[in-house]
């Protein structure tokens, strides 16, 4: 299987006829797989490679240093998650031993005017627990804004493939409550446990995830619509984009959410990457695009706080 490329700033450079073209060929591969490579995203090189260089020194640290900013009780969102605290598996019912990983984990930086729900300000709005690292926010806030922008101009392009009046989308992402989460995966040993990955298969809970694989790294898989599981390439200098599970509900399901793993492999260098969950605003109502009924209506904040409750190893 090829993966597809959708290249941004041509779609957004051209005239109609070759819009409409380019959002064509976008409607068909979120139908067949929903996973696709992201270039001409114009993300600058500077903020890319600042939160690499954060991240990573965040990682090198002593477990002591990371725990300092771990996540101060079961379910918050932000800071610091060890190894042996998640299994995304588990968030498709399957029992499954602990991922091998670590991560970082942040959220929006305001909280917008008149938010008074208090699931949204205890969930999605609690702060980001900053590291001790020097330049670490400075960092982490510049590739999040980037990522913020990236994911509205993505949502253009998605809103051109349904055949939808592109700033269809724009009401319903002005406050997101997107997470940005860095991933650590330690280099591995001779074997795993059982069932055991470096992330367990899963799908992604939101409207988009716009992933930055190391570059030239291995192990993230899909699984093709004939059950195989499939590698995705990491190429230097793009992104890798998925549609979530809200947007195939959003889409009464045209668009899929692909089921994918990061596979463990017996001695293997470590391998880092960043996912930037972008998820519409706390009170947008996500209602099937076509009318039908075929997906019960829900509002992304309680709708992402349910599932993100389902992965707690
Ligand atoms: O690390 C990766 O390449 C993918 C991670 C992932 O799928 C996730 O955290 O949802
Ligand atoms: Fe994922």
């Known amino acids: 299987m090829d993966f597809a490329t959708f290249n941004l700033a041509e779609f957004e450079a051209s005239d109609s006829e070759a819009r409409a073209a380019l959002a064509a060929r976008l409607d068909q591969v979120c139908q067949e797989i929903g996973f696709l490579v992201l270039t001409g995203h114009g993300v600058p090189t500077d903020v890319i490679e600042g939160v690499w260089s954060k991240t990573g020194a965040f990682?090198?640290?002593?477990?002591?240093?990371?725990?300092?900013?771990?996540?101060?009780?079961?379910?918050?969102?932000?800071?610091y998650l060890g190894p042996?605290?998640?299994?995304?598996?588990?968030?498709?019912?399957?029992?499954t031993p602990p991922d091998l990983k670590e991560s970082f984990n942040g959220g929006p930086q305001s909280v917008p005017e008149g938010v008074t729900d208090p699931e949204a300000l205890s969930f999605c709005y609690v702060p980001t627990i900053w590291p001790e690292v020097d330049g670490f926010k400075v960092a982490w806030t510049a590739y999040y804004a980037a990522m913020e922008d990236l994911a509205a101009r993505v949502m253009v392009a998605f809103a051109a493939a349904l055949n939808l009046p592109e700033d269809f989308f724009a009401g319903f992402i002005d406050h997101p409550i997107s997470a940005l989460r860095a991933l650590n995966y330690p280099a591995t040993g001779a074997v795993a446990l059982e069932n055991q990955q470096r992330a367990g298969a899963h799908t992604d809970y939101g409207s988009l995830t716009i992933l930055l694989p190391q570059p030239g790294s291995q192990g993230l898989q899909v699984r093709s619509p004939q059950g195989e599981w499939v590698d995705v390439p990491a190429p230097e200098g793009a992104f890798v984009i998925n549609i979530g599970d809200l947007m195939a509900r959003w889409t009464a399901d045209r668009w899929v959410s692909t089921l994918h793993r990061v596979a463990v492999r017996p001695h293997q260098p470590a391998r880092k990457s960043l996912a930037f969950f972008h998820q519409p605003n706390w009170d947008a109502e996500i209602v099937p695009l076509d009318g039908s009924a075929a997906c019960e209506p829900v509002r992304s904040g309680p709708y992402l706080m349910g599932k993100f409750k389902s992965s707690g190893a």
Not at 84 to 95: I, V, Y
């Open 59 to 79: 990682f090198d640290q002593s477990f002591d240093a990371k725990a300092r900013v771990k996540a101060p009780e079961p379910g918050y969102p932000y800071g």
């Open 84 to 95: 042996n605290s998640e299994a995304l598996a588990r968030s498709k019912g399957e029992d």
